[in-house]
């Protein structure tokens, strides 16, 4: 398998643009979830999706931060307008369904850094 | 909410000694309890995991032991090797939640 796919691996942008990362979860895995990672705050779980609908988005920061999951096998995060603030690095993870099977498992995440 | 502690934040080791990480965590609804070792640049990597109706778990020169009573759970690295510096995370979850609660991190330097 080739585990959590994430693009772009690296991101530059300026403040006020448009920020959309990608992940593509491992097949047959029902849960799909965004984290970021900072020095200040460590992996915090922005938001998770159960076969492609959002369960709990508590922990997105702003209405700036919006995701989708259209299909099984593709998510987007998207940051609009992005800030310096926003600068983290992003991963994405998935999972099979709850239980004694249920493993999480990430990708190589997404730096961002937003000027 | 579940909230999930670590100790050390940083621990430097001789190359061959044992290295041991300290994690609790507050809620007793907690039954699974993952380690992930990330590499700089990297994404955290599953490394060992225990579930709570287990007390310790091997995998050759890495174990994790539970005190369910307790609260805490720890993970032992024998004989250690340059490549095992690296930021380790304990996490918690519930058996039928899927939000994995994590600890700030352990970053672990082995000299050689």
């Known amino acids: 398998d080739a585990g959590v796919i994430q693009s772009p691996r690296h991101e530059v942008t300026e403040m006020g643009q448009e920020v959309t990362l990608r992940c593509k979860p491992i097949?047959?895995?029902?849960?799909l979830f965004w984290y970021r990672q900072t020095m200040m705050r460590g992996l915090e779980l922005l938001i998770y999706?159960?076969?492609?609908?959002?369960?709990?988005d508590s922990g997105m920061p702003e209405d700036r931060f919006s995701a989708k999951m259209p299909n099984a096998s593709f998510s987007t995060l998207k940051i609009q307008p992005s800030e310096p603030r926003d600068s983290a690095v992003y991963f994405c993870?998935?999972?099979?369904?709850?239980?004694?099977?249920?493993?999480?498992?990430f990708g190589e995440g997404s730096r961002l850094t937003v000027l | 909410g579940e909230n999930v502690e670590q100790h050390p934040s940083t621990l430097s080791v001789q190359e061959g000694d044992s290295a041991v990480i300290k994690c609790t965590y507050s809620?007793?609804?907690?039954?699974?309890f993952p380690w992930y070792k990330q590499e700089l640049g990297k994404g955290p990597q599953l490394i060992i995991d225990?579930?709570?109706?287990?007390g310790e778990k091997k995998d050759q020169r890495i174990a994790v032991t539970l005190n369910k009573t307790a609260k805490h759970f720890s993970l032992h690295i024998t004989e250690t090797q340059p490549e095992d510096s690296a930021v380790y995370f304990c996490?918690?979850?519930?058996?039928?939640?899927?939000?994995?609660?994590f600890g700030p991190g352990t970053r672990l330097s082995v000299l050689p």
């Open positions: 993870a998935s999972s099979a369904r709850p239980g004694t099977a249920s493993k999480l498992f």
């Open positions: 097949s047959g895995h029902d849960y």
């Open positions: 999706f159960n076969n492609n609908v959002p369960i709990d």
């Open positions: 809620d007793s609804a907690s039954n699974y």
């Open positions: 225990i579930r709570s109706n287990v």
């Open positions: 996490a918690a979850r519930d058996n039928y939640g899927q939000n994995f609660v």
